[in-house]
């Protein structure tokens, strides 16, 4: 894709000092935004992002890790626009309505076993946040009290809502928020145990177990659920775990009376090579939360999902209080339901699990040949269509750079002005494209990952 240098648009500029002046953007250290002219996204296609002066970048992280079928697909377009011409809005409190009806039903249809009830909600955090509050109600309702802990993993992220912050954990996110968080039990994950003790694959798959056995045993009495992201740590800088020890979370936790909530808000929607990542480790919990993928990356949506166990839990007449007093007001919006039908349609008429599998190794040979073998790439992880680049000063001794040399950041603005949409986490070069991505298009990508990165760690 070449960037012609497009003439000054006045508008343009207008839009960009308007920016400046009102807007304040999300995980966005401002004052280093204000120094720079914002890009300013105009339509998009398929793949490609297009700006207000008409040039296109390669979206090479589905905008935040939702597009899932590429941008402006005609399908949801269309069921969009047909549903607008019903109603935009109708609430599911005290009504309801068939696109929430019929999405339901497919959820359920397509979701590990035993998951047969949705609740829905509009971010991932706030489908963290229901599944939380159905685990400690749950527990209430048992008559086991002392069950209002929760169990995660170390450098978990689960959202930033204040709930989905208890039970994540960023030093840099959160530390300012400590003093209200709940005192939320940590596993360590194996692969923190394989860098910080030198471990092999399986000493730390197998440690981990055993400690994770060993916690969870020891405060089940205390524990109302453990949360997880399955297979893959997303924000944590992509950190991946293997099925196994899902399979072990998910033992331990039955055994112990724990309920295990999978949160594939990331991992959902096919981004790890099956529908749910969940599905790889042949595994289902007690709550899933999904989000992110489930429009297509089209609209606000998400779900809670859950067991008959538990929702029969909670019925019972009013006076009896079990009712889950919980819910947004814009919950199973119709326009998102009929967009999150449509993006199900397009896995089959696109075949898309069937895309990926060919698309993954593709990118697994790609990234083997062209980017773990540079100077200053100290680890490639790669879980189906989410990879982790780590970038390191010193490979051999895994040594990081300076955070404030930014380096991470910096692949990201090299990236760009070479047409191609990449979004750090730290050092940590993130590539999440669309499932939809072409054969082509992923050649692009990592050709110019790769230059960026060269561009960015060889000019120092
Ligand atoms: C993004 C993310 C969330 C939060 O989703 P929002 O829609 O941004 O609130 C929660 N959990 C995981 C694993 C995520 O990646």
């Not at 339901?337 to 698309?359: G, Y």
């Not at 697994?364 to 990879?387: C, F, S, Y």
Request: hydrophobic residues 40%.
């Amino acid at each position: 894709m070449q960037n012609k240098a497009a003439p000054p648009d006045p508008a343009h500029d207008e839009l960009a000092k308007a920016d400046h002046a009102h807007l304040w953007h999300p995980f966005t250290p401002m004052s280093l935004w204000l120094e720079q002219e914002p890009l300013v996204i105009a339509r998009a296609e398929g793949q490609e992002l297009i700006d207000e002066n008409g040039r296109r970048y390669l979206d090479g992280v589905s905008s935040l890790w939702c597009n899932v079928h590429g941008h402006n697909r005609p399908e949801i377009n269309e069921a969009i626009t047909r549903q607008l011409k019903h109603v935009a809005h109708t609430t599911l409190l005290g009504l309801t309505h068939r696109p929430a009806i019929e999405l339901a039903k497919r959820l359920a249809h397509i979701s590990p076993p035993k998951l047969t009830r949705v609740f829905y909600s509009d971010a991932g955090a706030t489908a963290v946040e229901a599944a939380l509050k159905m685990a400690l109600q749950y527990w209430q309702m048992a008559g086991l009290k002392g069950k209002t802990r929760f169990g995660s993993l170390a450098d978990a992220y689960h959202g930033d809502t204040l709930g989905a912050v208890g039970v994540g954990y960023s030093h840099l996110f959160h530390h300012f928020f400590e003093a209200v968080l709940p005192d939320t039990l940590r596993l360590t994950p194996p692969h923190l145990l394989r860098w910080r003790n030198g471990m092999t694959h399986t000493e730390a798959l197998e440690r981990a177990i055993t400690d994770a056995d060993r916690i969870i045993t020891g405060e089940s009495k205390h524990l109302a659920a453990i949360i997880v992201e399955p297979l893959m740590q997303g924000a944590a800088g992509m950190w991946p775990h293997p099925p196994a020890y899902l399979r072990a979370l998910r033992d331990i936790t039955t055994r112990e009376n724990v309920l295990l909530i999978c949160d594939e808000v990331a991992t959902g929607f096919g981004r790890t090579g099956t529908m749910f990542a969940s599905q790889q480790a042949g595994i289902s919990p007690d709550l899933m939360c999904l989000a992110k993928g489930i429009t297509g990356g089209y609209l606000p949506l998400a779900a809670t999902l859950t067991t008959d166990p538990i929702y029969e839990a909670f019925l019972g007449m009013p006076q009896d209080g079990k009712t889950f007093f919980h819910g947004h007001t814009y919950t199973g919006n119709p326009l998102a339901c009929v967009a999150a039908l449509t993006s199900l349609d397009l896995f089959e008429s696109d075949q898309t699990l069937k895309h990926l599998d060919s698309i993954i190794p593709s990118l697994q040979q790609k990234l083997e040949a062209k980017i773990a073998p540079l100077n200053h790439v100290a680890d490639v992880r790669q879980q189906g269509l989410m990879v982790g680049i780590e970038l390191a000063a010193d490979t051999k001794n895994r040594k990081a750079y300076p955070a404030h040399d930014r380096m991470g950041a910096k692949v990201g603005i090299e990236a760009r002005n070479r047409g191609v949409i990449v979004r750090p986490l730290g050092d940590v070069v993130v590539l999440m494209p669309p499932l939809s991505i072409q054969e082509n298009e992923l050649i692009e990508l990592v050709s110019v990952t790769r230059d960026a990165i060269l561009a960015t760690t060889e000019a120092r």
